[in-house]
């Protein structure tokens, strides 16, 4: 038994009122946060200091009480451990050495990932230490198509094109990538686990860029993967899924992966993952992050659309991608009230 409502809404429970969280609930909208962030020079060292990691991990549950903490981390923390070239350009966003074929292949090495994962893990530490006891703590790591994604293209693209030309022209080159992936996941989640982690995260981003069967290949049959292995070593941490933009694609999802969430993009009605998500899987989500951040009725209609939507069955109150960087500290606080009552 838990008295963590976050934990117990991914249990199944239906609660009075939801837990509530943000996705990247820390960051540049917070003017502690840019503090810290200036401080730690580049933001991979950032990832890797774990006392200033720790530090911005709390800030959000200091100013707002949200009932769930996620570790300060990237998904690139994986292709930069594993020994691909990855740097974050200020404004620009992240930049690696694009991987393209097998010979590209080769500068990756399972064998690398130790001191990396491992300062990680320890940020997962000092939270554990360090957070509220109601609070719950959450760790994460990307899904594989996502991060190939960025490993093949080099950076942050509209269509995720070069990676789909990849996984299309050159499907064993593709599907080592992906396999590499699928190992230095579950690795990686499985430290943060026996670090403390309470729940994880699976960030699909893109995974609304693939036909079907694609779908079927590059992001449930990997995620599959990773999901089995993690369940059969810690059957009591639950998963919440997040493949945002699949659009119909979602129910197919939660058949097919043992999660126990699943987080709900914007582009979703509310009442459609009611009648064929939330039966099955607590639902996450949905307010879109331009609402919060424009604020006022539009932001309001929204709360209530979810909330009334979703309150019969269990429900985890958040947005449908991350905020926003110029949100208003404000807004958050009023969507808090709305939430909360
Ligand atoms: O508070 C949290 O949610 C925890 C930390 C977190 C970050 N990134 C911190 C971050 C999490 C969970 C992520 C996930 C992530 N990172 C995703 C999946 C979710 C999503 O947003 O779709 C993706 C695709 C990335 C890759 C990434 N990281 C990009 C494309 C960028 C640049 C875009 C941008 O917003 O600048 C980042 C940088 C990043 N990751 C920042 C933060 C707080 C901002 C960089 C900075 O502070 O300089």
């Not at 993967?225 to 119909?248: C, E, M, Q």
């Not at 926003?324 to 958050?332: L, R």
């Amino acid at each position: 038994m838990t008295d963590k409502i976050f934990l117990k809404a991914l249990q199944g429970e239906v609660l009075p009122k939801p837990p509530v969280w943000l996705m990247r609930q820390a960051g540049r909208y917070l003017e502690e946060y840019r503090q810290v962030r200036e401080k730690a020079g580049s933001f991979l060292n950032l990832c890797y200091a774990p006392e200033l990691a720790a530090e911005v991990t709390l800030q959000p549950i200091r100013r707002f009480g949200f009932d769930a903490s996620i570790l300060f981390a990237d998904i690139l923390v994986v292709p930069d451990a594993l020994g691909q070239k990855v740097t974050f350009e200020s404004g620009e966003g992240p930049r690696l050495e694009p991987i393209t074929d097998l010979t590209g292949l080769k500068q990756l090495d399972l064998a690398l990932v130790d001191e990396k994962f491992n300062s990680v893990a320890e940020t997962v530490r000092l939270l554990r230490a360090g957070l509220p006891k109601e609070t719950t703590l959450i760790g994460f790591c990307g899904s594989p198509w996502t991060v190939a994604t960025y490993m093949v293209a080099g950076k942050g693209t509209v269509n995720q094109g070069p990676a789909r030309m990849a996984a299309y022209s050159d499907p064993e080159f593709f599907g080592q990538l992906i396999d590499i992936l699928v190992e230095a996941s579950i690795d990686y989640l499985s430290r943060q686990v026996e670090a403390g982690a309470e729940v994880l995260q699976l960030f699909d981003s893109w995974s609304g860029s693939l036909p079907e069967v694609e779908f079927e290949r590059w992001v449930i049959e990997p995620t599959a993967r990773i999901v089995s292995a993690l369940r059969t070593k810690y059957p009591d941490v639950p998963i919440i899924g997040f493949p945002r933009g699949a659009g119909p694609l979602y129910q197919r999802y939660i058949e097919a992966i043992d999660v126990q969430g699943v987080s709900v993009d914007e582009t979703i009605s509310a009442s459609w993952a009611r009648d064929h998500l939330q039966s099955k899987v607590t639902v996450q989500g949905n307010v879109d992050s331009f609402a919060l951040m424009a604020g006022g009725d539009a932001l309001k209609a929204q709360v209530e659309g979810v909330m009334e939507a979703w309150s019969k069955g269990p429900y985890v109150f958040n947005l449908g991608h991350g905020i926003q960087q110029f949100t208003p500290v404000a807004h958050v606080e009023q969507m808090l009230k709305w939430v909360r009552g």
